[in-house]
């Protein structure tokens, strides 16, 4: 069984929201996923994901596609980023 992190499109027309999903491999588009790990909402610039379940999966095997991949690395530079500037606030 390989698995994939992918997005998976839910919403409206000309409104987009993609699901962060564990799903197989040779799963249709519409298929039914293993595991919903996040959200991103392109409109609005918002990416919310499960960090821990994301990881538990890549070491159960499951490959990032390179959209999820690029995702989740400008997730954690933001949250470095933001871990930084709470450093630098409470040194003061």
């Known amino acids: 069984m390989a698995l994939r992190i992918r997005l998976q499109r839910v919403g409206k027309k000309n409104r987009p929201i ?3 999903c564990v799903i197989e491999r040779k799963e249709s588009v519409k ?7 996040g959200v991103y909402d392109p409109i609005k ?3 919310e994901i499960d960090t821990v379940k994301y ?3 890549i070491k159960c095997g499951a490959s990032p596609s390179d959209t999820v991949e690029y995702l989740i690395k400008k997730v954690q530079k933001d949250a ?3 871990a930084e500037i709470i450093s630098t606030l409470s040194s003061k």
């Open 18 to 20: 993609f699901r962060i």
């Open 31 to 37: 298929g039914k996923p293993v595991e919903v790990i």
């Open 45 to 47: 610039k918002k990416v």
């Open 55 to 57: 990881q538990q999966w």
């Open 80 to 82: 470095k980023i933001k």
